[in-house]
């Protein structure tokens, strides 16, 4: 059997396309490579969608948590807290045995007892509650001067919003919002490791690399894998984000352009 | 999963340390070693190298013993989807009591979490290490002390103050990563939730009840979030006093 073959068969395996039965035995590093690479689909989809939905919660959470009004900030305050201040890890287990009791009530909870979607709810909660502390922090930093020049031009409210505070609350979070969005890709790992099952096998990179050290006993080759395929993706969030982060600083002079950094980050 | 949290803690800062002197460190291939090791469990999903440090640990040693206790042994160590090592170089031996083999899944597991550990502290320490004003070493320097004894009486009393922002991050990330060892086969508290939260019935055991593992892992959540409540409190006063006095913007 050729590589190409191997490719034909396993590349889509992760969303059950392709070969039913994962390898046996004669574990080849083309094998592996490609069955820990179409598992890296998983990563990806919950990372982007997290991601992307987490960011308009994040941005809520943080206008919620600067405001004045208690009725708005009380609740952003917990929101972030809750998420925050426990293990992600605990999260998926009790939101997965949450949605498995809520499911015998009501139907409308059969798919999020699957990770599909009752894991992609927890990371996007997760995600945004991360990301709204940032973005908070990001609000409190804005220069004084900026929101005093905004009141004198007459600009209040909404319109101030839009061009003022958003887009200068964006730029100042954008190096630290960057590491989060990389340590969110990294927190899809845990996915299959909690209560959510893998549903015909259909698993993500680490659920595949995990089986073939299991079943090989040799954890010098899947673990490496993963490895490469984990910093391939970081390079290409980075350099997106990097993308983003000149124009979000396209009106600033070259000198006073802040280096995006890639400062050091945590698990959650 | 507290005991875990206290040995840890000190090892990782330990692996840290010696990251950081090492990614400092003048000769070259050392300050190349100091820096791949931070840049590379950084870049990877810990829970990764969690999984992957427990087995390579474990065969690691064995494989080290066997070389040394079975020189004559001429199969080789991986048979096909095998580790075969001689028997004298298990570790722990097949006959040793139960507590044992308990005691090194343990301390293989602390070992794991400080390397991984270690090079978050590193990156940590490294920072704090290039923030202490350049002044300080050069009065040092003026004083005629050398190298090292500018890094030990003047770099490390002060770096301390730099390094407690990201070390009580550091901290933080550490309570909240207890459950994952879980994952490396260790019955902690995920594992008795799951176990003792799960459906019983009647033939079974004298108490029998429902699937009670969502309460089980509420209380857990509640657990940690004070937890983490009560040792931001604590850091907050620690900054609070090691800052007393101390010529820092905040």
């Not at chain 2, 002044?135 to 730099?162: D, H, K, L, N």
């Not at chain 2, 309570?175 to 019935?201: H, M, N, Q, S």
């Not at chain 2, 429902?210 to 004070?226: E, H, I, K, P, T």
């Amino acid at each position: 059997m050729s590589c190409w073959d191997t490719v034909q068969d396993y590349a889509l395996r992760s969303i059950g396309i392709g070969e039913r039965l994962l390898p046996r035995d004669d574990f080849t590093l083309c094998k592996q490579v490609v069955l820990i690479g179409s598992g890296m689909i998983w990563n990806v989809y919950f990372g982007v969608l997290a991601l992307s939905m987490g960011f308009f919660l994040a941005v809520a959470l943080a206008m919620g948590k600067a405001a004045r009004r208690t009725v708005l900030r009380k609740p952003s305050e917990w929101f972030i807290f809750l998420f925050r201040g426990s293990p992600l890890f605990i999260q998926f287990f009790f939101a997965y045995f949450v949605f498995l009791s809520l499911k015998g009530r009501s139907a409308i909870f059969d798919p999020f007892t699957a990770a599909w979607a009752g894991a992609l709810v927890v990371l996007f909660f997760n995600t945004a509650a991360y990301s709204g502390e940032i973005f908070y922090g990001a609000l409190r930093a804005i220069p004084r001067g900026d929101m005093e020049a905004a009141e004198a031009y007459g600009l209040t409210g909404w319109t101030r919003f839009r061009r003022i505070t958003f887009p200068t609350m964006l730029r100042l979070a954008w190096p630290a919002y960057t590491n989060e969005a990389i340590f969110l890709f990294h927190a899809t790992t845990l996915v299959f490791f909690t209560g959510f099952p893998a549903w015909q096998q259909r698993g993500d990179a680490l659920y595949y690399a995990s089986y073939f050290a299991d079943r090989t006993f040799n954890p010098f080759v899947p673990y490496p894998i993963l490895a490469l395929y984990f910093i391939g993706l970081t390079l290409c969030i980075a350099a997106l984000f990097g993308k983003a982060s000149r124009r979000l600083n396209r009106h600033l002079p070259a000198e006073r352009r802040r280096k995006m950094s890639l400062r050091p980050n945590f698990l959650r | 999963m507290l005991l875990l949290l206290a040995v840890t803690a000190p090892t990782a800062l330990l692996f840290g340390f010696g990251g950081a002197i090492a990614a400092r460190a003048r000769v070259l291939p050392v300050r190349w070693l100091g820096r791949a090791y931070i840049a590379i469990v950084r870049g990877v999903p810990d829970i990764a190298f969690f999984l992957f440090f427990v087995i390579a640990l474990d065969q690691g040693i064995e494989w080290v013993r066997h070389q040394a206790l079975c020189p004559d042994w001429t199969l080789p160590v991986r048979q096909g989807s095998d580790f075969v090592v001689c028997a004298a170089a298990k570790m722990p031996s097949s006959n040793a009591p139960q507590w044992v083999h308990e005691v090194y899944g343990f301390a293989i597991a602390v070992v794991t979490f400080a390397i991984v550990f270690g090079a978050f502290a590193a990156n940590v320490l490294h920072g704090a290490m290039m923030a202490v004003p350049r002044a300080q070493i050069e009065t040092a320097e003026a004083y005629g002390m050398s190298r090292a004894q500018a890094f030990r009486r003047i770099v490390v009393p002060q770096m301390w103050v730099y390094a407690l922002p990201g070390l009580s991050n550091l901290w933080m990330v550490l309570i909240k990563a207890t459950p994952l060892l879980f994952l490396l086969g260790i019955e902690d508290v995920v594992y008795w939730a799951r176990e003792l939260g799960g459906t019983k019935t009647p033939q079974f055991t004298d108490y029998p009840h429902g699937d009670w593992r969502m309460w089980y892992f509420l209380a857990l959540l509640v657990f940690y979030l004070g937890l983490t409540r009560v040792s931001e409190i604590a850091l907050d006063r620690l900054m609070a006093r090691l800052t007393f006095g101390q010529a820092v913007a905040r």
